[in-house]
């Protein structure tokens, strides 16, 4: 009986394996993050992450893999599944988070993954004669209220002409 008590009050460690009585891998993620006041947004998608980067390589367990497999995953999302670099950016924290703060282990700096790329956006700025041109298409001619609304401004006192 005190040998039952005592296994249920022990209590759990990261990078310990689950077995009989210790939480599941994706439970211990959601209460580490539970713990640390994480939202619940948050947790959701931290947890998609390590479930999808488990399936990714065979459901085999984090802890047998390490920084090669995380970095073929991060690839694999940018080279295979054109994910947009934030996307990508919320894996790697996720994967991050779990090595680090739920498994207790340090992953080597990872350096060979293929980046997803940022688009380059350039701005668009008119200059004084497109303006005009623009300006004077408008049918009925125009108002302070019509640059308002091209400029995206909801007042005039944010309007400079």
Do not use: C
């Amino acid at each position: 009986m005190r040998e039952s008590l005592s296994a249920k009050s022990e209590t759990v460690k990261p990078g310990v394996p689950a077995g009989p009585g210790k939480p599941k891998l994706l439970d211990e993620v959601r209460r580490v993050l539970r713990v640390k006041h994480y939202s619940i947004r948050t947790e959701q998608a931290y947890v998609e992450w390590i479930r999808r980067y488990m399936v990714f390589h065979g459901l085999r367990h984090p802890r047998e893999m390490g920084g090669p497999e995380v970095s073929g995953f991060l690839t694999h999302l940018a080279a295979d599944l054109h994910v947009s670099a934030s996307t990508q950016n919320q894996a790697l924290a996720a994967l991050l988070f779990l090595y680090g703060q739920v498994l207790g282990v340090k992953l080597p700096w990872l350096e060979d993954v293929e980046r997803a790329k940022r688009p380059v956006r350039l701005p668009v700025v008119l200059t004084q004669e497109e303006a005009r041109r623009v300006l004077a298409a408008l049918e009925g001619g125009y108002d302070i209220r019509t640059v308002q609304e091209l400029l995206g401004h909801r007042d005039v006192s944010t309007t400079m002409i």
